[in-house]
């Protein structure tokens, strides 16, 4: 009959010395080297089974430490690794967690009744129900396969059991719920099942037993695995060494703070009764406590902890990562720094660039080529990664595209780059293949038109070399493969929905030789030491862990199914806390104990552990301090820019520069003279410039009709005017309160033109771009603008007419405080002499329209030109231009930014 021992060691730095000794110092050794089938220090006849590869390489050490001398090792192995190990079974293998969750998928969406048990709004709403009831049926199968396997009918038995522990009431209210879970986990039990298949093949290693088995774990084995070490025991010598909880073997202080960590039979009295006076409690020398006002304080002092531990010499550092906010944040700041974070968890495949870039491209297509989703999209390092230039390209896209404020489609898109070719194509590029992610396809076909878009728009390439890039690759890969058997058609919306599924299901895990400073869950530290471990998210909302919610079953029914409970993970959680603490000469544990302005509360754990030590008389627990290295920074006074640049003197000027340079120096110096100017912004909602635009476009046809009766005018104007707003209200809706607006104003713009005629004036020219070389000694600039009108009376004189979308009181102001150089400036533009300038305001005021005369027309024109040589000499002389703007001029200003308005 082989032999049969479990040995337990306490928790602490030197357990794996002491399973090393416990592994050399066995009966079964001793019997094998009696019976002279153990040469010395051969250890090859023994296998060993450990729970992570770490423990490997732990163990091995230790085994070195313990032998003097060389030796052979045993085999030591993971239990999926000995599996993976195996060879294949000729007709058995396991169907993939994809084609699990689409085939279920599949046939859940057919049923009506579910969709409105869940309140599913759209198919793919049951994609998650399809993962939940997977997790679940995995976890039933898990708990109940090797009940199931001895007894067909106990199942069934433990799972009525398992409901009459709920209430009648609730009961009834579940039994639609757990029906289902019943039904769907019994569905799932074939031999192709994943878990069905692990454990037949545990079964098989037992079977095939021909090496004594030391098990090596830092929990309890779960129903599949005790069931696999009772069949491998049965025929060959087994030794089980695990962790010893009991309270004897356990630091008196954890075991009086937290005694439901301790086996069941072992518990002491409640911690809030009198201490036992077996228990010896003292302040944990290994424990420090750190409450940091906000986040970023809590990184910033995590960072400088592990700089300050590195700098003392230590090498072997861990950063428990309890609130993975705060752990991301400092790895940033060490990153930073220089030191490099094996973080050994990783992160969700879902937020790296490789997958946001995937991600982009689906929600470009689901959108229809919304603008802001294209142009990030284009910026994607991913995308057209091999065209020369792209930055440029895709910068001059982008002015194009919000210049002609296009919010979306693939026409509109390409039809505003046509100035820009090479953009033009690339975005026709895009179109084409989003065309190929309509109808419905099988996931292979999904597969398939992904594949092809990221070849034609040279993705794939750039994906291969990048790391996470490269697992994305083999994703798509390996559910093209493990999906043929789904021979179901999936929607767009489906197949974008299970994709974002995958990537948030597979971590991404970063290849790092550096371990000097690991980051791992709290697990992760198992059996594990470390110099020092830093813990973040010490606090009420982290530790312990929050419980994700599961659908359907109650802790009660967990419980009696064999389940993991709240219960049983908060207590293995605990057990991870104590372990951590008594394997480790330095821990720190630290939280935020402010959050949104509210106090927030240290972990429950950590106060028990004070209450109790405060309890006993004994000293409180350590607090943490570090310390930051301050920086000496030089002040700096502010001052106002005053920038002088005479070889940037610009060659042609407008009106509106000129008023620019009036308005604030600076200004001109940033926007005319560096040629900065601020990106348009997309807007669904017309703004009062395009009001202008539209109505200067409406006018300048109208009146380059040429002669037309009085009596057809306002048809005309009407035709021409709804022509123009049909256009813009395709675009927004919008757009109807501007035509409303125009059409108050028809009748009296119309007035006012048979007034206008009956004075003798009559449209000579509209819409005219017009230049003139102003002159001085030493140079000279080139004035450029566009006059909106010119009329002209009988005896040959002119006047030049500026449309304005106000009312008549506003252009009065405008004009009596000087404020715009406009009219004055198209005078000088003009060739011809004129004598009047006029601005037409297009609001009536009082049913009427009345012009706005620049007064002492000819003397502003001369004061002008005067006053734009005198400038334009002065920039070329080296004068400063200031930013001497006024606050009304600031607030819409494109650089405020630039020149820091406020901080001088």
């Not at 239990?79 to 599949?106: C, D, F, K, N």
């Not at 919010?407 to 100035?419: E, F, I, K, Q």
């Not at 959680?573 to 821990?587: G, P």
């Amino acid at each position: 009959m082989p032999s049969s021992a479990t040995v337990l060691i306490p928790p602490s730095a030197t357990f794996w010395d002491d399973a090393a000794r416990a592994l050399l110092q066995s009966e079964l050794r001793a019997q094998m080297a009696e019976a002279g089938n153990l040469a010395a220090n051969d250890l090859s006849v023994v296998r060993v089974v450990v729970s992570t590869f770490a423990h490997i390489q732990l163990l091995k050490s230790a085994l070195a430490r313990q032998i003097d001398g060389a030796f052979i090792p045993p085999t030591i192995t993971s239990l999926s690794e000995y599996i993976r190990l195996l060879p294949p079974v000729e007709g058995v293998s396991a169907t993939a967690a994809s084609e699990r969750l689409m085939s279920l998928y599949a046939d859940l969406r057919q049923h009506a009744w579910l969709k409105k048990l869940f309140s599913a709004r759209r198919n793919t709403d049951l994609l998650p129900l399809a993962e939940i009831l997977l997790a679940l049926s995995d976890e039933l199968t898990q708990a109940m396969l090797p009940s199931l396997k001895a007894s067909p009918a106990a199942a069934d038995a433990r799972w009525q059991a398992a409901l009459e522990q709920l209430s009648p009431v609730a009961r009834n209210l579940l039994s639609d719920e757990t029906q289902l879970v019943w039904t769907i986990w019994k569905s799932q039990l074939d031999a192709n099942d994943a878990i069905v298949t692990r454990y037949a093949q545990m079964m098989r290693i037992a079977q095939q037993a021909h090496l004594p088995l030391f098990w090596i774990s830092p929990v309890e084995p779960d129903a599949m695995e005790q069931a696999f070490l009772d069949a491998y025991g049965a025929r060959q010598s087994l030794a089980v060494i695990k962790l010893d909880w009991r309270t004897d073997t356990i630091n008196s202080t954890y075991a009086a703070a937290w005694p439901e960590m301790l086996i069941a039979d072992d518990i002491p009295e409640p911690f809030f009764d009198d201490l036992p006076d077996s228990l010896n409690v003292a302040t944990p020398a290994a424990l420090k406590l750190y409450a940091a006002q906000n986040l970023e304080a809590e990184a910033k002092a995590g960072a400088q902890t592990i700089i300050d531990w590195l700098q003392e010499g230590k090498t072997n550092l861990a950063i428990v990562a309890q609130d993975r906010v705060v752990a991301r944040r400092i790895r940033a700041l060490l990153e930073r720094a220089q030191i490099v974070v094996a973080d050994e968890t990783g992160w969700k495949l879902s937020t790296t660039r490789a997958a946001s870039a995937i991600a982009a491209w689906l929600e470009l297509v689901a959108a229809r080529a919304e603008t802001v989703g294209l142009l990030d999209f284009l910026k994607s390092p991913f995308v057209f990664a091999a065209l020369e230039d792209k930055a440029d390209l895709v910068m001059q896209s982008e002015v194009a595209l919000r210049r002609a404020n296009v919010l979306s489609g693939w026409d509109a898109a390409a039809n505003a780059l046509t100035a820009i070719p090479q953009a033009q194509r690339m975005i026709n590029l895009l179109a084409q293949q989003a065309s190929g992610f309509a109808g419905r396809k099988t996931l292979c076909n999904w597969i398939t038109a992904t594949n092809q878009t990221l070849d034609a728009i040279g993705m794939r390439a750039a994906l291969q070399v990048d790391a996470a890039g490269s697992q994305l690759i083999q994703l798509l890969q390996d559910i093209s493969q493990d999906c043929v058997q789904v021979g179901h058609t999936f929607s767009f919306s489906e197949w974008r929905a299970f994709l974002n599924l995958q990537l948030e299901a597979k971590a991404f895990v970063q290849l790092n030789l550096d371990k000097r400073v690991v980051m791992l869950p709290l697990n992760g530290a198992r059996l594990r030491a470390f110099d020092a471990v830093l813990m973040v998210g010490a606090d009420a909302e982290h530790l312990p862990s929050q419980p994700t919610e599961t659908l359907f079953f109650a802790n009660v029914v967990r419980r009696e199914l064999g389940l993991a409970t709240r219960e049983s993970r908060q207590r293995q959680q605990l057990r991870d806390v104590t372990e951590l603490l008594s394997s480790n000469d330095c821990v720190v544990m630290s939280w935020q104990a402010h959050k949104n302005g509210e106090p927030n509360p240290v972990s429950p754990w950590i106060e028990r552990l004070e209450l109790c030590l405060a309890r006993a008389g004994a000293a409180p627990i350590a607090r943490h301090d570090v310390q930051i290295a301050p920086r000496t920074l030089q002040a700096s006074a502010a001052v106002m820019p005053a920038p002088s640049a005479a070889q940037l003197l610009p060659k042609k000027l407008s009106a509106s520069g000129y008023n620019s340079l009036v308005a604030c120096p600076y200004q001109f110096f940033a926007t005319r003279m560096l040629g900065l100017s601020g990106i348009d912004e997309l807007s669904d909602m017309p703004e009062k410039r395009d009001y202008g635009d539209w109505l200067h476009q409406i006018l300048a046809q109208f009146h380059q009709a040429g002669s037309v009766p009085s009596s057809e005018r306002a048809a005309l104007l009407q035709k021409i005017s709804d022509q123009v707003f049909a256009h813009e209200l395709d675009k927004s809706a919008a757009a109807l309160g501007y035509y409303a607006r125009w059409q108050k104003a028809m009748p009296a713009y119309l007035e006012w033109i048979s007034e206008r005629e009956s004075q003798g004036w009559h449209f000579v020219l509209g819409e005219e771009k017009f230049e003139k070389v102003l002159c001085w000694v030493d140079g000279e600039v080139i004035l450029h603008g566009r006059v909106d009108r010119m009329d002209e009376n009988e005896n040959g004189e002119r006047v030049v007419l500026d449309y304005k979308s106000t009312n008549q009181l506003a252009l009065r102001d405008k004009l009596k405080h000087g404020e715009d150089h406009q009219l004055p400036f198209y005078g000088l533009l003009s060739d011809t002499p004129l004598s009047a300038a006029l601005y037409i305001p297009l609001e009536a005021s009082k049913d009427k329209i009345k012009e706005v005369e620049a007064p002492q027309f000819e003397t502003w024109q001369q004061t002008l030109a005067e006053q734009i040589v005198h400038n334009m000499q002065a920039i070329a002389e080296g004068a400063p231009l200031p930013a001497t703007g006024p606050e009304p001029v600031c607030q819409y200003c494109d650089v405020r930014g630039l020149c820091r308005k406020g901080a001088w």
